[in-house]
């Protein structure tokens, strides 16, 4: 069973860049589409994109576009979120998971298979 454990969390200030990994472990991470999600303190969780199979990435949030980049190294089973230009309404804790449809793991399914998340916080 996939099993998903982010990394890479920290304390910034606003302006920097951080880059969080989302290790993949328990089967080969190539059949899975991962995505990137946040919840802040009192917002709603937050899809921030995903990237499919293929290596596109789809369904990037207004709020992270053009700051925020996902990529994926199948032989690393490893998948990535580079923030940029980070602020502090960015302070959220992190997590990656893998979506779930009748067709497979592709970004427009239910969520499943998340990491315990990495906390993210943004100074002014």
């Known amino acids: 069973q996939l099993q998903l454990v982010e990394s890479g969390g920290d304390s910034v200030q606003a302006g920097g860049s951080l880059r969080l990994s989302c290790a993949a472990s328990?089967?080969?991470?190539?059949?899975?589409?991962i995505g990137w999600l946040r919840q802040a303190p009192k917002k709603d969780l937050e899809v921030l994109g995903c990237?499919?199979?293929?290596?596109?990435?789809?369904k990037v949030a207004d709020s992270v576009k053009g700051r925020f980049t996902i990529s994926r190294d199948n032989a690393k089973r490893t998948v990535y979120l580079q923030m940029n230009n980070l602020r502090p309404d960015d302070t959220a804790i992190y997590y990656c998971?893998?979506?779930?449809?009748?067709?497979?793991?592709?970004?427009?399914?239910?969520?499943?298979?998340w990491g315990q998340g990495t906390q993210v916080t943004v100074s002014s």
């Open positions: 990237i499919d199979v293929n290596g596109y990435t789809v």
């Open positions: 998971a893998a979506p779930h449809s009748l067709y497979g793991s592709t970004c427009d399914g239910e969520y499943k298979n």
């Open positions: 328990g089967v080969a991470l190539d059949y899975y589409s």
